[in-house]
């Protein structure tokens, strides 16, 4: 009697954390460095544009695996503002680090921003950024 057995699908992709930057590097021995982590940016006049960010995320999923990413910046009234496409390969032990580099980001005025991270067309995570009119 022979007993059918079917493989378990790969843990599906995930997002353990994920957060904005200034700059993002990788030396040599492949140590990742984030410099100038925030959540909030303050711009005068609007519309403006943001010069650079990075987003630098650590994924989880199936060892070994290959997924299509995508990075969304979304306005606070819902307007796409810029997308991103980047593959993903995700190490024997299931996890890989993703660094997109935003430049510029438009800024149509203050309010709460949305960068939403996809995998597989799929919508994974959302990072907050808060936008707010520079002091004078």
């Known amino acids: 009697m022979s007993v059918a057995v079917s493989a378990s699908p790969p843990p599906a992709p995930a997002v ?21 982590i925030f ?7 609007f519309p403006s544009l943001h010069p650079q960010l990075f987003i630098v995320a650590r994924w ?4 070994s695996k290959a997924e299509a990413t995508e990075i969304r910046a979304w306005s606070p009234g819902g307007e796409l503002l810029v997308g991103a496409q980047q593959p993903l ?4 032990d299931g996890k ?9 980001l438009p800024l149509p005025g203050p309010g709460d921003y949305t960068l939403e991270l996809l995998a597989g067309g799929a919508s994974i995570h959302h990072i907050p950024l808060a936008v707010e009119s520079a002091p004078s």
């Open 60 to 63: 989880t999923g199936g060892p």
């Open 89 to 92: 390969e995700f190490g024997p």
């Open 16 to 36: 353990e954390w994920a957060m904005l930057a200034d700059y993002v590097l990788v030396d040599n021995a492949g140590k990742l460095s984030i410099i100038g």
């Open 96 to 104: 890989a680090n993703t660094i997109a580099r935003l430049s510029p």
């Open 39 to 45: 959540d909030r940016l303050f711009a005068a006049p």
